[in-house]
């Protein structure tokens, strides 16, 4: 067992970080970690001494003033080796670094000096040390006007606001899942290495980031059309940009229901993409599901009957329930990264659709168990 702390957990790639460890509970176990312990020895000397690994995440990325960015970063890192050396740890550090190391900033600055101090403490210690030099990262959750331009434009698109382009620019990108991939292989490889290059796994200008994200925004949020999907980058694009929509306000989305003499007719779901459509029956009083997806897009659709949709975001503890009748009949996709159940609260059996954009592999289901 594996014992990995991560400074920055609460953070954008900390919380990433944080559950992807959560689905391998045989294998690591999560020494929990919190802010203020930076500001008391005594929690950060008791924090590292029960680490095996330490992911080094926490930083400040902006501010008005950027010499306060510089002796921020550069002050956390020295905590830490001060930390490290007083509790004669022996524990592999994984830093994070960036890009903007070579770049004339005082961010790329602090993220380089601080690398340099980790590499000296790894050097006289006899610690394991890796400097990870990472490029643009994106993804679910992160905060607007702060982690990425992705995360400023899903956010300002789908509560309808209108983004603004500074500078279009090429960016280098990765997504989050792909790096929390290569945090997890160098954590099992076990060896240091200082100055490592993450490469980017996606390129794009920030216009054609901007034009494929309002085109998600028409598509998906107000029809409901799930959007060709051509490679991995879309699917990561794509799945970010419907993270950042108000869930509670969007679902459920009602179909239009045609009736004449023959009966009822609704269209369940328009592709741009393949994928599976099921369908079930559920007694009255089952409970289905309990589980959540990491990569894919699942859209439940009820027809006939009562149900009780829930979801709760991994990590939180709000939980949202959808009530959906198949007199008016509706659908709720499921976000990535939010465990979903739906139970039938009616008398009479409830019959639902379900879509999901892959085939099941039960090689690869990419279905994890958890009570909402």
């Known amino acids: 067992m594996i014992k990995i702390g991560i400074t920055g957990q609460a953070g954008f790639v900390g919380t990433h970080l944080y559950n992807s460890l959560g689905l391998f509970p045989d294998e690591f176990e999560r020494i929990e970690f919190h802010k203020e312990y930076f500001n008391d020895k005594t929690k950060l000397n008791n924090f590292v001494c029960q680490c095996d690994v330490i992911v080094h995440l926490a930083a400040m990325n902006r501010h008005n003033d950027p010499q306060i960015i510089y002796d921020t970063n550069v002050d956390l890192v020295q905590k830490l080796v001060q930390s490290l050396n ?21 961010y790329g600055k602090s993220k380089k000096d601080g690398r340099e101090l980790m590499k000296d403490w790894a050097k006289t210690s006899g610690g ?30 789908s509560h309808d606001e209108t983004p603004k382009i500074d500078v279009d620019g090429d960016m280098q990108l990765i997504y989050v899942g792909e790096l929390v991939n290569v945090m997890l292989y160098e954590i099992r490889n076990g060896v ?20 494929k994200l309002e085109s998600y925004k ?9 959007p060709s999907i051509n490679n991995t980058f879309e699917l990561n694009l794509f799945n970010t940009f419907r993270c950042y ?8 989305v009602k179909y239009t229901k045609h009736t004449d003499a023959r009966g009822s007719f609704v269209e369940v779901i328009r592709l741009g993409t393949g994928g599976q459509v099921s ?6 009083g089952v409970t289905r599901g309990n589980h959540y997806h990491t990569r894919k897009i699942e859209r439940f659709s009820v027809i006939k009957g009562k149900a009780l949709i ?37 008398e009479e059996t409830l019959y639902t659709n379900f879509w999901i ?12 168990f958890e009570e909402v």
């Not at 890796?130 to 679910?140: D, E, R, S, Y």
């Open 128 to 157: 394991k040390f890796t400097g990870m030099i990472i490029p643009n990262v994106f993804g679910p959750f992160g905060h607007p006007n702060y982690n990425s331009v992705i995360a400023t434009f899903c956010h300002k698109l």
């Open 279 to 284: 369908f079930s029956t559920t007694v009255a």
């Open 218 to 226: 028409k598509d998906y949020q107000h029809s409901g059309i799930i």
């Open 192 to 211: 240091g290495k200082s100055e490592m290059l993450i490469p980017f796994t996606s390129e794009s200008k920030v216009s054609t980031l901007l034009f």
């Open 357 to 368: 954009n892959e085939f099941y592999d039960p090689n690869d289901p990419d279905t994890y």
């Open 86 to 106: 007083q509790t004669n740890s022996q524990a592999h550090v994984l830093f994070s670094s960036s890009t903007q190391e070579e770049r004339d900033n005082l």
């Open 310 to 346: 829930q979801l709760r975001r991994i990590g939180t503890n709000e939980v949202l329930d959808f009530y959906l009748d198949g007199d008016a009949p509706a659908y709720v996709d499921m976000p990535i990264w939010y465990t979903h159940n739906i139970k039938n609260i009616g």
């Open 245 to 252: 929509m108000n869930i509670r306000d969007h679902f459920p």
